[in-house]
């Protein structure tokens, strides 16, 4: 059940969503009109901007609707690109829950990652990673947890291969320390006897985007129930990205949990507040999250009207 926790989680965030959570990167060899680097403000590698357009309306700006458009540009304009499929993996599991298309795009983003190793070992290998990450959860998807947990094992051993390839040419290179961090510190809340040290210090000392390094360590310390740290990771991501309303949901869930831990019914009135705030921009973001975003509201205020 851990395991598959795991690898259902990172199917769904952040990251990536992350994960998607938080999953991203590479040269287009047809488009010659390059974007800035989202992760880099010195020595920046090139990317296309399709595909950052995408990135941002995802991560800064949390409209689904909008990446799409953008996404299905990218498939054109910049085909080589890592990043481009597995934003498009994610949202086929997060939006359309189109199980074929995240198996397709996993595909695909592994074998473009290959492609680059040669030219640009350090994203060649991250992407790589990221291909088998996302194989590992569309074979747990498919499978499931009793069948599928040791083919999606033997993946995480690769994805772990090629990222220790990444690092080895740039320790403390953004982009990989965002999605290494990401990743250890699903594992680490996830599975037992796990360290999320490490990643918190990797998030916090080298990850960037920093509004996406404040999200990561908001998800993990609100797994590990230490929802003050929590609090004050998703308002320092807030501070940049205010217009994200995953953010004022993730935050309405740490205030949520930690007013039961604190029986604190201001703390609850103000997390039906920031559902209500993710609510109102629904029209963007997938049917599914809205749903549940309902859902969790509902409890809250079932729990301000009918205390115990």
Same mark, same amino acid.
């Given at each position: ?144 947890? *009793? $069948?599928?947990?040791?083919? !999606?094992? /033997? =993946? ?6 090629? #990222?220790? &390839? ?105 997390? *039906? $507040?920031?559902?209500?705030? !993710?609510? /109102? =921009? ?6 599914? #999250?809205? &749903? ?17």
């Amino acid at each position: 059940m851990k395991n598959y926790r795991f690898w259902s989680a990172i199917a769904q965030s952040a990251a990536l969503k992350a994960i998607a959570t938080t999953t991203l990167l590479t040269i287009s060899s047809i488009s010659p009109t390059w974007a800035a680097d989202p992760f880099r403000t010195t020595s920046p590698h090139p990317i296309g901007d399709k595909t950052e357009a995408a990135f941002k309306a995802i991560f800064q700006d949390g409209n689904y609707r909008t990446a799409q458009g953008y996404l299905k540009q990218a498939q054109t304009m910049e085909p080589n690109e890592p990043l481009a499929y597995a934003l498009q993996a994610s949202l086929a599991y997060s939006v359309d829950k189109d199980l074929t298309a995240f198996s397709l795009y996993g595909n695909k983003t592994l074998e473009t990652a290959k492609q680059l190793i040669n030219t640009d070992p350090l994203r060649g290998n991250l992407y790589t990673a990221v291909g088998y990450f996302l194989q590992g959860a569309s074979i747990l998807t498919r499978e499931g947890t *009793v $069948k599928g947990t040791p083919e !999606a094992l /033997s =993946k995480l051993r690769l994805v772990y291969e090629h #990222l220790d &390839k990444a690092q080895s040419v740039s320790a403390k290179d953004p982009e990989i320390n965002l999605m290494r961090g990401y990743m250890d510190l699903l594992l680490a809340v996830n599975l037992p006897f796990s360290n999320p040290e490490q990643a918190i210090a990797r998030l916090k000392e080298f990850a960037a985007p920093q509004y996406l390094a404040n999200r990561g360590l908001a998800i993990g310390y609100r797994d590990l129930e230490e929802y003050s740290a929590a609090l004050d990771a998703v308002n320092r991501a807030l501070s940049t990205t205010a217009s994200n309303p995953e953010l004022f949901y993730l935050k309405a869930q740490i205030l949520a949990e930690y007013s039961k831990k604190q029986n604190d019914r201001s703390m609850l009135q103000e997390a *039906v $507040k920031n559902f209500d705030r !993710a609510i /109102s =921009k629904k029209a963007q973001l997938p049917p599914n #999250l809205v &749903k549940q975003i309902e859902r969790e509201r509902g409890k809250a205020v079932s729990r301000l009207t009918n205390p115990k």
